[in-house]
Structure formats: structure tokens, C-alpha cells
């Protein structure tokens, strides 16, 4: 048997292209109010490493090249709201919706006063819909 030299197999750039990757940023509501006020599509991913509902999700839906096509192609900036580490910000950040834990989802269109709160188990094509909506 001969073996590859490690370098020549990376698996995360494998699995992951940089077109299909969504640019996230980190919440804070500071940042939402900034971008609601510019008129901004917002997307909020209420997530924590722990979260197996949150991983299946990030895998199925929220990892696809549609999906993030589709954020770019409507310029919705898409925030992640890491709750790892039960961040006080985002404890109130879900309480404000009436959540104790995570996922949590939050679509924000510029046309409406109140997020859309997608379920809980995403899809691609439940993704994709609502963002046809902006």
C-alpha cells in the first residue's frame, strides 16, 4: 500500500466550496438594529455546537449552495447567534420570542415590521421559499 501525504486530501475544502459557503456574521442586536434601519434583509440563525436539531439543519439546509446563492442573490445578511456557551445577550434575544434554547430562526424583511420565524426542522426548499418572499 502507498499512502498520500496528508496534504494532498483536505476534506473540509472537499465537502464546502467557497461559493456554496454562507458569509456569517456575529449577532449582536446592535447589528440587527443597524441593519433594519438600512433596509436590510436580515437572516438569523439562533444556533449552539450542542444543538444536534441545530447541526442536521446547518448540514441539510442551511449548508447548501442554493441557499447561500439565494442569501447573495437577495442580499440578506445572515447573522449567527452562537449560543454555546449560553450567552446573556442571546438568552434574551430568545426570551424576547419566547424561546428557552436554540434553534431559532429569524427571516427579516425590509417591507415588515416583525420577523418571519421559520420552524424549527429546515429544509432547502422551505428556506427557498421564504426567501422568494423578499
Excluded at 44 to 59: G, S
Aim: glycine residues 4%; aromatic residues 8%; hydrophobic residues 50%.
Amino acid at each position: 500500500l502507498t499512502r498520500l501525504p496528508n496534504a494532498d486530501f483536505e476534506p473540509a475544502q472537499a465537502a464546502t466550496s467557497p461559493s456554496s459557503a454562507v458569509a456569517w456574521e456575529p449577532f449582536s442586536p446592535a447589528r440587527l438594529e443597524e441593519l433594519q434601519a438600512a433596509g436590510r434583509p436580515v437572516f438569523v440563525n439562533f444556533t449552539a455546537a450542542w444543538c444536534i436539531t441545530c447541526l442536521v439543519n446547518e448540514r441539510v439546509a442551511l449548508g447548501s449552495a442554493r441557499v447561500a446563492l439565494a442569501l447573495a442573490d437577495r442580499e440578506v445578511v445572515a447573522l449567527k447567534a452562537d449560543w454555546t456557551h449560553r450567552d446573556p445577550v442571546i438568552t434574551a434575544a430568545l426570551a424576547a420570542f419566547g424561546r428557552g434554547g436554540v434553534p431559532l430562526y429569524l427571516l427579516y424583511s425590509p417591507q415588515a415590521k416583525e420577523p418571519v420565524i421559520l420552524p424549527q426542522i429546515l429544509t432547502e426548499a422551505l428556506l427557498l421559499q421564504n426567501l422568494q418572499t423578499l
